[in-house]
């Protein structure tokens, strides 16, 4: 256990003196896998008790948009924070530990988005394709792409994701109310397709 917990701390190091979003994203996502793999928390690796914090992943112009629910939540599904929402954007809560990684995650899976969909939606525009509805076809493809990817690495790897009590803690004090369903519309298949194709992609070089 030693051996592997050093391993977990040695992932953490370089992922924090990295210069690179996507090496950092990658050592960051290795050690989620160990931790939740060996039923790991954080103060097993660090030896010191962590506290939930807030800390905002969007803020701004299209700050509260569906996509960036809809990402924020399938993270936090899958590194131990729950997404709440302010006036000013979404909000990650969790272990200051959890909380730096899903939001590394987040960041850059959302820049992807954003850079790719339009890639896409020029593509199609250029080709004489229904653009229509494009970009949020796209999206929903992307997000249930990577959705399957970390379910997929869930159950291949035996993954037991268990959110910190002190989170749930940290929630119930502030009273929060349940927000409505979100639902999203899909009206170009090949969007989707590609979208979906794009999320699989995506999760597999995080991985």
């Not at 990295?18 to 690796?45: N, P, V």
């Not at 506290?51 to 112009?61: D, V």
Request: glycine content about 6%; overall charge positive.
């Amino acid at each position: 256990m030693e051996k592997l917990i050093e391993k977990i701390s040695k992932l953490m190091e370089k992922a924090k003196s990295t210069t690179s979003d996507a090496e950092a994203q990658s050592f960051y996502a290795k050690a989620q896998e160990l931790m939740a793999k060996h039923d790991l928390e954080m103060s097993d690796i660090i030896k010191e008790p962590e506290t939930a914090i807030e800390e905002h992943i969007t803020e701004g112009p299209g700050a509260k948009s569906k996509r960036w629910k809809i990402l924020a939540s399938v993270i936090g599904k899958n590194f131990k924070v729950r997404p709440i929402m302010d006036h000013r954007g979404l909000i990650f809560v969790g272990l200051k530990s959890d909380v730096k990684i899903a939001k590394t995650v987040f960041q850059s899976a959302a820049a992807f988005m954003e850079k790719r969909r339009w890639q896409e939606y020029n593509k199609a525009y250029a080709k004489g394709i229904k653009t229509k509805g494009y970009c949020e076809s796209w999206d929903n493809g992307f997000l249930r792409g990577l959705t399957e990817n970390f379910n997929r690495n869930v159950e291949e790897n035996a993954l037991i994701i268990v959110e910190p009590e002190a989170v749930g803690q940290y929630l119930e004090k502030l009273s929060l109310k349940s927000g409505a369903p979100l639902k999203s519309r899909t009206s170009n298949q090949e969007a989707y397709a590609n979208g979906l194709a794009d999320g699989r992609a995506f999760n597999r070089a995080i991985e």
